[in-house]
């Protein structure tokens, strides 16, 4: 049983940072690529950042590119999203992913999913 249990989520005023965390269990992320997605109220899921299976290589939205990190730590099998410079358009509930195929540098499409956690920025 696969599960991705997102955190860090929380209030922040903008210009502020948070950095969510992804730990994974039922299997070890080490050869998977993972991504961080968010859904704000109203509009559809859309892609954030992602990082391939070696973490040699990292993808971003133009949205947030030179303000949020994506990085992963295999060893406590964990997923980070370092979000700086934060604006009140990031408000949004943002998703772990995994990739299904090992050795990838795609993550879609997507196998698994996480609950979500709120992301909400102040003006």
């Known amino acids: 049983q696969v599960q991705l249990v997102e955190s860090g989520g929380g209030f922040v005023q903008a210009g502020g940072s948070l950095r969510l965390s992804c730990a994974a269990s039922?299997?070890?992320?080490?050869?998977?690529?993972m991504a961080w997605f968010r859904q704000a109220p109203g509009k559809e899921r859309e892609f954030v950042a992602s990082i391939i299976w070696t973490g040699g290589r990292t993808y971003y939205a133009d949205s947030v590119k030179g303000r949020f990190t994506i990085s992963r730590d295999n060893a406590k099998n964990t997923v980070y999203l370092q979000m700086n410079s934060l604006k009140p358009e990031d408000t949004a509930v943002y998703y772990c992913?995994?990739?299904?195929?090992?050795?990838?540098?795609?993550?879609?499409?997507?196998?698994?999913w996480g609950q979500g956690t709120q992301v909400t920025v102040s003006s």
């Open positions: 992913a995994s990739s299904g195929d090992r050795y990838t540098e795609y993550v879609k499409p997507v196998a698994y």
């Open positions: 039922g299997r070890t992320i080490n050869s998977y690529a």
